[in-house]
């Protein structure tokens, strides 16, 4: 299963150590999840550290950069995008996430 990780999930995972985007970050591989964000998820991210200090930096380089696989920026205009909700549980979490993927794919997600 592919999942494409949004700016807010890259700064919860680097934020909150027992978050659910810390999770999907940490345990993806052992899950055979591709974990995919682009340039621009990427750059607004690091963007942001400056308010999560240096414990979201050292998240950054330990948890989050070396398990996500970076690709290129695309936009679609001329396409509308609906999403269903999925569920990831969490043990570790004091909640859960909701995923939400783009109807009509059986393996491609969007965190």
């Given at each position: 299963?592919?999942?494409?990780l949004d700016t807010s999930v890259l700064i919860s995972a680097?934020?909150?150590e027992n978050g659910a985007s810390r999770h999907v970050c940490e345990c993806g591989t052992s899950h055979c999840w591709?974990?995919?964000?682009?340039?621009?998820c990427r750059n607004e991210t690091l963007?942001?550290?400056?308010?999560?200090?240096t414990q979201?930096?050292?998240?950054?380089?330990?948890?989050?950069?070396?398990?996500?696989?970076?690709?290129?920026?695309?936009?679609?205009l001329?396409?509308?995008?609906?999403?269903?909700k999925v569920k990831i549980f969490n043990?570790?979490?004091?909640?859960?996430?909701?995923?939400?993927?783009?109807?009509g794919t059986d393996r491609d997600h969007r965190a």
């Open positions: 299963m592919t999942l494409f680097c934020g909150s591709r974990l995919i964000t682009s340039g621009y963007r942001n550290f400056p308010r999560l200090g979201g930096l050292g998240a950054w380089a330990k948890f989050v950069e070396p398990r996500i696989e970076f690709v290129p920026d695309v936009i679609s001329d396409k509308a995008l609906v999403f269903e043990p570790n979490a004091t909640f859960n996430q909701e995923l939400r993927p783009p109807l």
